[in-house]
């Protein structure tokens, strides 16, 4: 059993052996290059859903969620061979290069939190994180909060302002959450902190609107 089998998780306090057993399966799943601090966010979070006010979103979910959607409004559009391209951008990096991360949604306050760690492969200037790699996260995190809120959706604009870089390497906590929704649109704003919440490093405001699966692409 991995994280890949695992669907969104929501815990309740009589199932506290359940949890210990899920959350080292979790863990196992893709936690070799991550940090300490990352380990640390995580386990707090993965706290916070044993009342059951968050869940975790798992990797699996995500994934399905985008390949639901690409079937039922892109029709004419063949996905990648897995042998070419084994997942999404975020996942085509091997551990600890890439993009780390993982998610949690609150449905009552409608919100999202991506605990975010940024490898190597992602520098811009030397030793700093790319800008277009915190666009990335802060689209992707966004999209699925959008994406559970009212279905599918997909981006339309994402204004972002970037405060300070980002260091390599260090954990940033991304939070995302519903500001209206006015029909098929949904408006969005966003910021991404330090672990410690001392230091913001991005602000975003966003549009997404709920994909129209009456008229599929010809």
Not at 56 to 81: G, H, R, T, W
Not at 112 to 137: E, K, R, S
Request: glycine residues 6%.
């Amino acid at each position: 059993m991995t994280t890949s089998m695992l669907r969104t998780i929501t815990f309740s306090k009589t199932r506290r052996n359940y949890i210990t057993v899920l959350l080292l399966v979790i863990v196992r799943r893709r936690d070799n290059g991550w940090s300490e601090d990352l380990r640390h966010l995580f386990h707090q979070f993965m706290k916070k859903c044993e009342d059951g006010s968050w869940t975790y979103i798992s990797e699996k979910e995500m994934l399905d969620l985008q390949k639901k959607a690409s079937e039922l409004s892109f029709q004419n559009v063949k996905p990648m061979k897995k042998k070419q391209f084994p997942s999404t951008l975020t996942r085509n990096f091997q551990e600890g290069l890439g993009f780390e991360y993982a998610m949690f949604y609150n449905k009552d306050e409608r919100r999202i939190v991506c605990l975010f760690q940024g490898g190597p492969l992602l520098q811009g200037f030397p030793g700093l994180l790319h800008g277009g790699a915190i666009v990335t996260m802060v689209d992707y995190s966004i999209s699925i909060l959008s994406t559970k809120t009212i279905g599918f959706t997909m981006t339309a604009y994402i204004n972002i302002t970037y405060k300070r870089p980002i260091p390599i390497g260090s954990v940033v906590v991304i939070n995302g959450q519903v500001d209206k929704i006015e029909e098929r649109k949904v408006f969005l704003s966003s910021s991404v902190h330090s672990a410690d919440e001392k230091t913001l490093y991005s602000e975003a405001t966003s549009l997404f609107v709920q994909l129209n699966l009456e008229k599929s692409e010809t």
